[in-house]
Every structure is written in structure tokens, then in C-alpha cells.
């Protein structure tokens, strides 16, 4: 019998690598029904509002990301396209294992950035 593929967020990835973290708690997660377990929706209306509001200011001063964005070497260009959590997968053939998960916002790097 084949083993099923292994499937992980880059959420859950991520919270793995975090210092301290409980490989049970996570075990338990991907394999029980857990109550109160979902991130709360006013942190995704927040994060969406960050992301609008960066957007406006872009768009209003000619072209320039938010100075706390524009350290991090990102261009005053950001993605349009609507995004959706199916288009953002990556396969990897050695583990085997596939990488899902969507980006909260795309902004394309400044020419000269690291």
C-alpha cells in the first residue's frame, strides 16, 4: 500500500521551526479535531487592512512602498493579480513532500537589494 504524500503548510512549517516548539502539540493538531484551535478572523481583517493601506499609500505618493516596507528592499510595484492558495504549491521530489500556502502580499525587489 502506498504511503499517502506528505502535505504541509508554510504556517505549520514555520511554527515548527520556532524555538520551543512542541513537536507532540503539532502531532496532535494534523491528527485530532481540536475545539478552538482556528486563528481568530479579526487578525486576517487586520492583516488585510495593513495590506490595503499599503497599497494606498503606494499609489499616492508616486510610486514609493511605506517606509517600513521599503527597508526590506521592495519596489514601490506590487502584485495585482488576485491570488489564490491553489496556484502556490511546490513538490519536492527527495523528501517527498509538497509545500503549500499563499503570501500575504508580493512586492516586487528594489534592482539593487540583496
Given at each position: 500500500m502506498a504511503a499517502k504524500p506528505f502535505q504541509?503548510?508554510?504556517?505549520?512549517?514555520g511554527g515548527l521551526a520556532v524555538e520551543g516548539?512542541?513537536?507532540r502539540c503539532f502531532w496532535i493538531r494534523r491528527h485530532r479535531k481540536l475545539p478552538y484551535q482556528m486563528f481568530p478572523g479579526v487578525f486576517t481583517i487586520l492583516a488585510d487592512k495593513i495590506k490595503e493601506a499599503a497599497h494606498v499609500y503606494t499609489d499616492a505618493h508616486d510610486g514609493h512602498a511605506p517606509p517600513w516596507l521599503e527597508r526590506y528592499g521592495t519596489e514601490g510595484r506590487y502584485c495585482t493579480?488576485?491570488?489564490?492558495w491553489?496556484?502556490?504549491k511546490y513538490h519536492f521530489e527527495q523528501i517527498p513532500a509538497t509545500l503549500t500556502g499563499?503570501?500575504?502580499d508580493i512586492w516586487e525587489p528594489k534592482a539593487n537589494a540583496p
Open positions: 504541509i503548510s508554510a504556517k505549520d512549517l516548539a512542541c513537536e493579480q488576485k491570488m489564490s491553489q496556484s502556490f499563499m503570501p500575504d
